[in-house]
């Protein structure tokens, strides 16, 4: 349990997300999903579809060794471009 996090809430404040500014953030979000600003003390806090949205996903083909990446709210199971083969995740 975060107490700055429910103290807040009992004090009748919202916390949103620094990106999208629509989404309530939950006690996960608020507490996970950080990232610092520079040059700064502040932090930015996110909901979980902007973070998701912020990571950059690297994949890469086990046939041709061709390597992308690209952004994505969502896991999609890609193919190769160059070959159609069976592609990873890199982490």
């Known amino acids: 349990m975060n107490q700055e996090f429910y103290t807040g809430i009992n004090q009748g404040e919202k916390y949103w997300c620094d990106r999208c500014n629509t989404q309530p953030l939950t006690e996960y979000e608020y507490i996970n999903n950080i990232r610092n600003i520079n040059n700064s003390n502040d932090k930015l806090r996110y909901c979980n579809e902007c973070t998701n949205w912020i990571i950059?996903?690297?994949?890469?083909?086990?046939?041709?060794?061709?390597?992308?990446?690209?952004?994505?709210?969502?896991?999609?199971?890609?193919?190769?471009k160059n070959c159609n083969g069976l592609v990873?995740?890199?982490i």
Do not use: L
Request: hydrophobic residues 25%; charged residues 30%.
């Open 56 to 80: 950059i996903n690297k994949f890469k083909c086990i046939y041709c060794n061709n390597s992308w990446s690209c952004r994505s709210e969502r896991e999609i199971e890609p193919e190769c």
């Open 88 to 90: 990873v995740r890199v």
